[in-house]
């Protein structure tokens, strides 16, 4: 098991406030798959990509406004952190930590 895999309980600062989400990860060499499940439903990651302790994704979201976001996000430990780019809307901070398997 790589060290970013797991389920991770990660919260998005966003000027609509905190949205929380599950991220899912599952490793396999310099690719993932996985999901991120919130109250706006749950988006699989087919695409996902690792760098060492980095993690990269995109996901097309529907609401509240209809977009392509990017997200980075780099693992320390049970902790991860990073940002999530909802194109003309903004940058936006990541954090997380690893929920028990």
């Known amino acids: 098991m ?3 895999d797991g389920a991770w309980d990660c ?3 966003s000027p609509m ?5 599950v991220l ?3 490793s396999a ?4 798959s996985g999901s991120a499940s919130g109250a706006l439903g749950s988006l699989e990651i087919p695409d996902g990509m690792v760098e060492g302790d980095t ?11 209809p977009t392509t976001v990017r997200c980075q ?5 049970d902790r991860i952190e990073g940002d999530v780019i909802a194109g003309i809307f903004g ?11």
């Open 2 to 4: 790589s060290n970013v």
């Open 11 to 13: 919260v998005v600062k």
């Open 17 to 21: 406030g905190d949205q929380p989400f």
């Open 24 to 26: 899912t990860v599952k």
């Open 29 to 32: 060499g310099d690719r993932f």
């Open 55 to 65: 993690i990269k994704w995109s996901m097309s979201v529907k609401a509240p406004f």
């Open 73 to 77: 996000a780099s693992v320390s430990g």
């Open 91 to 101: 940058t936006f901070p990541v954090t997380g930590v690893r929920m028990p398997a």
